[in-house]
């Protein structure tokens, strides 16, 4: 039996792997390598560094959801109605309506989250509509849509409640 610590068994294991691989030892070596350190890189989870006056935990605030707008929410809600209103107005150009349809889904973006209901129902359709708009083309008949929004649920219901005015007696 030949000692493994032999140059005798060093060049017979080199031998050997030149013929199973085809590779040079170091070649084979530096491959292993490379792929140990980019499995060990995308193993390890990413972390941004913490400053000394940041905490090392991060606290989520979770805020409570309403059925209803809030008053700056549905100013802007009433605004995205406008741009509806007007991009299905009698002749405007596709390319109005795709544009007034693009500022009316921009608006929609800003608003803060709110409960399943009514009122979600609501904005839903009315984002569905102004969708259909953003995809405008020349020649386009809006009757259909016209209809579909005379029957869909009044965005009323997401006004905000109206708070009790109190007059006071001097």
Known sequence: ???????????????????????????????????????????RPASRPIARSQSSRTTVTHVRRSSRLSAEDWVTLKNAIRVRTMALSQGRTSGYRSFAAFLGLSDLIGLHPIQPGP????????????????????????????????????????????????????
């Open 1 to 43: 039996m030949v000692d493994p610590s032999s140059d005798a068994a060093v060049r017979s294991i080199v031998a050997r792997l030149r013929g199973e691989t085809g590779f040079e030892p170091t070649a084979v070596g530096v491959a292993v390598a490379l792929i140990g350190a980019i499995a060990m890189l995308a193993l």
């Open 119 to 170: 009122c979600a129902t609501a904005i839903s359709y009315l984002y569905d509509n102004l969708l259909d708009l953003r995809h405008a083309y020349p020649g386009e008949d809006w009757r259909p849509l016209r209809r579909l929004i005379a029957t869909q649920p009044r965005l009323s219901v997401c006004a905000p409640k109206a708070t009790p005015r109190v007059t006071y007696a001097d």
